[in-house]
């Protein structure tokens, strides 16, 4: 420590758990960073943002502006996938002190010639470290302030604006203080900001009725996916599936002989995670999906869930991977009195868990090799946090571009710390929220509490786990409104089909959020030509999402107040203004609901007496509107919703056609 | 790193900085730390608060409590002054899991003798970590889950509360997590959290006009200043004063020969910080005031101000610790085009700093060995924080009792930062808070943020640097009001007298915060015994701080609604509800002033129907007031206060006069 160093840094932010953890972006974005800075007396304080890609030897710099009460603000934008590094630099800026100081003395009309000699040293000093030039520039103005005339001419010296600039890159920054920590940031491909998800069982995907689907089945379904606009396909688990202790339909103790199971009882005598089920296809199928996905700008994502059936391989070979209990047997989960003799999970507290970390992390290596780069992790909060944040740190080291969805539907503080510690995606809460208030409430805590700077939520309205009670109860009008929400609302968003173009509401029991005859214990048949499909308006919903920026971005988003709970009225804005959409959707499936909108006329970039046009990107209605207040009215049974562009008038009243 | 620690512990509170700074408590208080514990799946999470002294080699330890949302909570008391350390440390614990398991298979009537082998070796392990009685007893557990007929009797073995008890002695911490930081608190005695500071010009102290008062002098109004209630005693610099540049009465550039100077231009040829100026009297003089003074349960406090006088001693041993200009000559205080020519300011970036810093924390040194264990420090601001860090850190080592208040009116930051790193009490904007409303909002700011873990605010209505523009217009009432604000909302809270208690309200000219004829520049006689004197208003109110803990604690503050904005009301209540003072001020110097006030009969601990008495402590007034909203009038030309003790009635209707 060099008691010289007088500038201080504080709490520099984002930075989570004191610098524990990255925050994340995605490539191009904006890395705001702010930070106190401060020195004792009243000398001038200089601070510097740093930032480097991690690896790189030097770092970029960029000078902080101070705002009000010591706080000081700059930014850069990340340019690389991977990991991108920032801190703080700042110290007491003699030369600009005595600057400040000589304008003083010159407007008080009280400069000495000692005055100058000061101010002289001090350029010296940075013409030694000078070259070219620069050093030349310098040397004149130390002979200039020298001279004994100078004191006649110092109204010219301060008005001249090329010796601050020009000291400016030769500071003394022998007693500069550096923050406590360098900070770091996961910088993400695009992908990992904005994606449009669609889940569907291979096995299900068949064109014909009473078949088993298969990948080919799939490859032949991608088309389908694509004309819907999804750019993430995601499989639940596609390897061989366990026999003992086999679930039977509606999740039934018993399996019949003919029941195919459910695909997370993973492993049998022909493989586990890293087999392919034999009546799905072969690993060159898999490689075909891949590509033809691909294709069609298709992302095939895999599930992991590391769990094992009875079954699996891993049980002989790795016994000890798995908690024996005293009488020899192995402990299978249980949650008592519930009791899942289907699956063994790992042991994570077995001394062996060197090789078994090793093993499970090559499961992910097996399937990036054939082509995957986005896994959806189911439970990840079963196994250990220290476990992914290894896991997933060591997979992005070699490959900064696999993307990691976390389905953990659990506490707050556990799903942020998967976030933190690396998931790049996140399930949600969101197929909860379904009342105004709830989802006020949700998205505001999601995009303006530290949350946004690591946590990319990911928007389901169902999965094959979640029918939700609005859905059940809601019918068509329901799934149309939760995916106008989801498109919306959150840039990553997802929807499971067909079940969900097709309405599929019937629960296995009343309040099971389980669906009668789930996919997950058995085979369907899926028409997709159905006429009553959501197909399209899920294809036009997706259309919107890929031409406004606005919706890929998820803290952009402002509510405005209706006078009707049922309404549920946001805009999603660009900070330049020059893009507005603004979605009322009706929360209530069953009636007819309209209401006043109270809109922020800044919001809207638009003027008090001035009208402006909004235009139903789903109806193509369009409609002028006057000030702060209007009507709006949805009929379920039509569209539940409206998905406004805001047009603004750029020509005069005559011009009446013309909107920007 | 062992893979098997699964345990997680997040955002350990209170914590300063990422840990960089301790809290503060004073002995005998509770820390009362909060963590967010959790673990992956759904195993039983074991949290412990670990705490010791500094130095100590092992930790004591308590248990946390779950609270919501894996939010834990815990608390210890400080019990020696000093440094504190706490840290978080938990595991998973697999008895408890087992246990909370088997009651669960138990209610569900599923328990084989495989769960009780399960347990029995969970409690083997735990035998093995016993001795004595305990092991004994574990073993004998140990047979009795392996008996073949235990099976049978699971309903006693599940209600035997015993066992858990036993277990948790010894749990298996093979694998527990710690916090990643232990952080620490500085302790201090009790004076450091309530205190009431005089302070006095010595050479102001002369018990007759035209004298230039003693040390001697001083002492013999000691008995004045006990019997205002005061426990602290603060001098302004008692050191030799320059004569180079010295300022005459009323800071006039120039002074005259009898002209004193100002206490804080330290230094001439009789010596420096460690000096005594010879008109005041000498070291002897000195050691005898700080005795007489402790005999009185007084301390005396003194002023160190960092900075020479041209005269100092040191500016001749020491050029190199004070800038020189290019003419040769010494840089002075200034701040363009302000000059202060009679100060010459450290340079804490000369290059013999480590001396200079050793020779300046001697000063603090040489006047604890004189028996002082108290410092003003005069502009703190304008040197080093990394200075005073270390400065303040060194002396406390060796003296841990030694306080020091921050006379820093400054920015928020800086104050903070300052109390961060080792100032015991700060100034505060309290003299500037006049309104309600900004009275109401800085209290609230100091004591509801993270700053009341380290800022122990410091209440003055005037110091001889402020005379406010409340007290120069406000006249008697407004001292009366101010005193009454400072001594009730802040434990610490000082005056600067005599022109206190005798309503000094001139300013040197309009719009000035100084005094006409500063006591800075000039020697003044004072009448203590004034019949105008507020001395005993000043006196009764220390006495109701001495006789009402409440008035220790700075945040059992709670404002309430008045429908008058002249008049401000809060209680100061005890956690238990056994003690709460009403207070409320008239602002308004001029005029009655009357209103409704709106109090929570919570706070009170009174119930809706059953009237209460507020005892006034000032007037000794007593009124039977019922229910939340009761009325006030308050006349600044008499009192312009209630400090109302609210006494709750114990006996029937009958017994009127029993209150509690």
Redesign the interface.
């Known amino acids: 420590?060099d008691?010289?160093?007088?500038a201080?840094i504080?709490?520099v932010r984002p930075e989570i758990?004191?610098?524990?953890y990255p925050i994340k972006r995605i490539v191009g974005q904006r890395v705001v960073v702010d930070a106190?800075v401060?020195?004792?007396?009243?000398d001038v304080v200089v601070a510097m943002l740093r930032y480097r890609n991690a690896g790189a030897e030097t770092w970029s710099e960029v000078e902080l502006t101070p705002l009000v009460?010591?706080e000081w603000t700059g930014e850069f934008v990340v340019d690389r996938v991977g990991v991108c590094e920032y801190t703080v630099l700042a110290w007491v800026d003699r030369f600009r002190t005595w600057h400040r100081?000589f304008q003083?003395?010159v407007?008080?009309n009280?400069v000495a010639?000692?005055d100058l000699?000061?101010g002289?040293?001090l350029i010296a000093e940075a013409a030694a470290r000078a070259t070219g030039d620069d050093r030349a520039v310098l040397e004149s103005w130390v002979k200039r302030l020298g001279n004994e005339e100078a004191v006649h001419h110092v109204q010219q010296i301060c008005d001249d604006t090329d010796l601050p600039q020009l000291m400016k890159t030769y500071p003394s920054r022998d007693?500069a203080a550096e923050y406590?920590?360098v900070l770091s940031i996961t910088v993400d491909r695009e992908r990992a900001g904005h994606s449009a998800w669609y889940e569907l069982f291979p096995r299900s995907a068949a064109s014909a009725p009473g078949k088993h689907g298969t990948l080919k089945d799939v490859e032949a379904r991608l088309p389908y996916v694509a004309s819907m606009g999804f750019d993430v396909l995601y499989l639940p688990p596609i390897h061989p599936v366990g026999t003992t202790f086999r679930k039977g339909k509606n999740n039934a103790t018993e399996a019949n002989g003919d029941d195919v199971g459910s695909p997370w009882g993973i492993g049998a005598a022909k493989g586990g995670h890293k087999a392919i089920h034999p009546q799905l296809g072969t690993p060159a199928d898999f490689r075909s999906l891949v590509k033809a996905a691909s294709r069609l700008g298709i992302e095939v994502a895999l599930d992991v869930a590391l769990q094992c059936s009875p079954d699996h391989p891993y049980v002989k070979q790795h016994p000890d991977w798995f908690r024996q209990?005293?009488?020899g047997?192995i402990q299978y989960a249980?949650?008592?009195?519930k009791k899942y003799q289907d699956i063994y999970p790992f042991d994570?507290?077995t001394s062996d868990?060197?090789a078994m970390?090793d093993e499970l992390k090559s499961i992910f290596d097996h399937w990036i090799a054939e082509g995957v780069k986005i896994f959806r992790v189911d439970n990840p909060?079963?196994?250990?946090?220290?476990?992914w944040e290894?896991c997933i740190g060591e997979i992005r080291k070699e490959h900064p571009d696999v993307l990691f969805l976390a389905e953990a539907f659990t506490?707050?503080?556990?799903m942020y710390?998967l976030a933190k510690l690396g998931f790049t995606q996140s399930y949600t809460y969101f197929a909860w929220r379904n009342t105004k208030q709830e989802l006020t409430e949700y998205v505001t805590q999601l995009t303006t509490t530290e949350a946004r700077e690591f946590f990319f939520p990911n928007f389901w309205p169902n999965t094959p786990d979640i029918l939700t009670e609005y859905l059940q109860v809601g019918g068509r009008p329901a799934f149309m409104a939760r995916l106008t929400l989801a498109a919306t609302l959150s840039p990553n968003y997802g929807i499971y089909g067909p079940p969900f173009e097709h309405c599929w509401g019937a629960p296995r029991e009343p309040g099971s959020e389980e669906y009668l005859d789930s996919e997950k214990y058995q085979v369907h048949y899926h028409d997709i030509d159905r006429p009553d499909s959501l197909k399209d308006f899920v294809a036009r919903m997706n259309q919107i999402r890929r031409e406004h920026a606005v919706l890929r971005s998820i803290d952009n988003v402002e509510f405005h107040p209706v006078d009707n709970d049922q309404l549920i009225c946001y805009t999603k804005s660009s900070a330049d203004k020059s893009e507005c959409l603004l979605v009322v959707v009706n929360l209530d499936p069953h009636h007819v609901q309209s209401g006043w909108i109270d809109l922020p006329l800044d919001t809207l970039d638009v003027e008090e007496a001035h009208p402006y046009q909004v235009h139903d990107l789903l109806s193509d209605a369009r409609y002028l509107w006057n000030g702060r207040k209007n009507f709006v009215q949805l009929d379920p049974q039509v569209v539940p919703a409206h998905v406004f562009q805001v047009r603004r008038r750029v020509r005069s009243e005559r011009d009446f056609e013309y909107y920007l």
Do not use: Y
């Not at 008691?3 to 007088?6: A, F, I």
């Not at 758990?17 to 524990?20: I, L, Q, T, W, Y």
């Not at 506490?411 to 556990?414: D, F, Q, S, T, V």
């Open positions: 420590m008691g010289r160093c007088r201080i504080e709490r758990d004191a610098g524990r106190n401060f020195t004792d007396g009243h009460n010591d100081d003083k003395r407007a008080a009280q010639s000692v000699l000061s002289a040293e007693f406590d920590r209990r005293p009488d047997t249980e949650n008592p009195p994570f507290e868990w060197r970390w909060h079963t196994k250990p946090f220290e476990f290894w506490r707050p503080k556990i710390r």
